[in-house]
T-cell receptor, first 114, second 111 residues
Framework: GAVVSQHPSRVICKSGTSVKIECRSL??????MFWYRQFPKKSLMLMAT?????????EQGVEKDKFLINHASLTLSTLTVTSAHPEDSSFYIC??????????FGPGTRLTVL | GQQLNQSPQSMFIQEGEDVSMNCTSS?????WLWYKQDPGEGPVLLIA?????ELTSNGRLTAQFGITRKDSFLNISASIPSDVGIYFC???????????FGTGTRLTIIP
């Protein structure tokens, strides 16, 4: 399978600050990237879908101005949580999809907002 | 968003026991996927099913795509300690890269 990394793996920040999470593939070109949020003991909830070079499509109830997604290239996508609050504390996971329905999850980023 | 119903929600078993869990949907899917997630990590694909009625194995794991296309089950035989984790089913439609996830089954092995 592809090697997918997320950086940082864990981050603690103060309320009101912004946090950028990177999802990067070393050996896989993703035509589509997905960002999920997972609260403790819950399932993965899709936040947004993005294709390279175009604006992300957000799921209902997800604020696009709060969760900024940049799909910079076929191997890199970033999620920026702006003006983070404690309720944004969660596990954020990216998923990469490519040709032939290949798909790979990132290892996740644990965000804690104090 | 929509979630698939997965049962049981949690299981406590002894090492060596067989495990069975299932996933149901109110709508059909063309592909069923089963994932395992360890604490603090992303999901890892275990088995993918592409055809109604299909039965597929991966080592001690066996999964089936329901005939109605609205359900799937996963069996684990002779469980071992490393099977501990959360198992998620996911459904996918043709031409749509989105996945709809199940609510998860947490597997715990009692010493």
């Amino acid at each position: 399978g592809a090697v997918v990394s997320q950086h940082p793996s864990r981050v603690i920040c103060k309320s009101g600050t912004s946090v950028k999470i990177e999802c990067r593939s070393l050996d896989f070109q993703a035509t589509t990237m997905f960002w999920y949020r997972q609260f403790p003991k819950k399932s993965l909830m899709l936040m947004a879908t993005s294709n390279e070079g175009s604006k992300a499509t957000y799921e209902q109830g997800v604020e696009k101005d709060k969760f900024l997604i940049n799909h910079a290239s076929l191997t890199l996508s970033t999620l920026t949580v702006t003006s983070a609050h404690p309720e944004d504390s969660s596990f954020y996971i990216c998923r990469l999809a490519g040709a032939n329905n290949e798909q790979f999850f990132g290892p996740g980023t644990r965000l804690t907002v104090l | 968003g929509q979630q698939l119903n997965q049962s049981p929600q949690s299981m406590f078993i002894q090492e060596g026991e067989d495990v069975s869990m299932n996933c149901t949907s109110s709508s059909i899917f063309n592909t069923w996927l089963w994932y395992k997630q360890d604490p603090g990590e992303g999901p890892v694909l275990l088995i993918a099913l592409y055809k109604a009625g299909e039965l597929t194995s991966n080592g001690r794991l066996t999964a089936q795509f329901g005939i109605t296309r609205k359900d799937s089950f996963l069996n684990i035989s002779a469980s071992i300690p490393s099977d501990v984790g959360i198992y998620f089913c996911a459904g996918q439609l043709f031409g749509n890269e989105k996945l709809t996830f199940g609510t998860g089954t947490r597997l715990t092995i009692i010493p």
